[in-house]
Each structure stands twice: as structure tokens, then as C-alpha cells.
């Protein structure tokens, strides 16, 4: 939802703002995981937003995407936030503060 919103608004801010508070203190302690779910899904997202580098969007855009992409790769910090283990109990059906 997030994605079509990026492609289809020339703002982008509101779109990324959600992404940079909402998915990526999620997606990045996954790399952590073990599960194959947890790696298939991130990697399902990367190449999702991956996909529109080879499109042709304003330079503005552009700048913004680079910037986000940047922090979708970084590498993540061991800290496990609590928004991520109610996330996966949410999706899983379990809670567990040994991530």
C-alpha cells in the first residue's frame, strides 16, 4: 500500500514517514532472525521499493528514495524494539522477549 502510494503521489514525505517509523523498526531486526518468514518478507519489501530505481520518477523523488533505501539496507542495530515482538505476535501468534 505504501509502495503504490510512493508511486502514485508527486509528495512523498507523509509516504515515507510511515515507512521510516512504522515498517523499518521492523524490518530491520528480521535480519537478526532465523526464520525463512522473517528473511522472505524483508526481502519481499526491498524488492518491492528496489523496483523503482529503474523507473522514471522526478529527481525530487529520487533523492527521497535514495535516502530511504539507505536506511532499508543499513545494517540494524541488535536492539529489538517492542513494536517488532508485538509485531510478530501479531502475524505468528507469538510473543517471545528472547529476540
Same mark, same amino acid.
Given at each position: #500500500? %505504501? $509502495?503504490?502510494?510512493? &508511486?502514485? &503521489?508527486? !509528495?512523498?514525505?507523509? %509516504?515515507?514517514?510511515? @515507512?521510516?517509523?512504522? @515498517?523499518?523498526?521492523?524490518? &530491520?531486526? #528480521? ?7 522473517? #528473511?522472505? $518478507? @524483508? +526481502?519481499?519489501? /526491498? +524488492?518491492?521499493?528496489? $523496483?523503482?530505481?529503474? &523507473? *522514471?520518477?522526478? $529527481?525530487?523523488?529520487? *533523492?527521497?528514495?535514495?535516502?530511504? #533505501?539507505?536506511?532499508?539496507? !543499513? ?9 517488532? /515482538? ?12 528472547? @529476540?
Amino acid at each position: #500500500m %505504501t $509502495a503504490a502510494r510512493f &508511486q502514485d &503521489q508527486d !509528495d512523498v514525505t507523509d %509516504t515515507l514517514h510511515v @515507512m521510516n517509523t512504522q @515498517m523499518l523498526p521492523c524490518l &530491520q531486526p #528480521m535480519t537478526h532472525s532465523s526464520s525463512q518468514e522473517d #528473511m522472505s $518478507a @524483508m +526481502e519481499v519489501v /526491498r +524488492e518491492k521499493w528496489c $523496483a523503482f530505481l529503474g &523507473q *522514471e520518477i522526478n $529527481a525530487r523523488k529520487i *533523492e527521497k528514495l535514495q535516502d530511504f #533505501m539507505s536506511k532499508l539496507f !543499513d545494517p540494524p542495530s541488535k536492539h529489538v524494539p517492542l513494536l517488532y /515482538r508485538l509485531f510478530r505476535c501479531r502475524i505468528y501468534g507469538t510473543y517471545t522477549d528472547s @529476540m
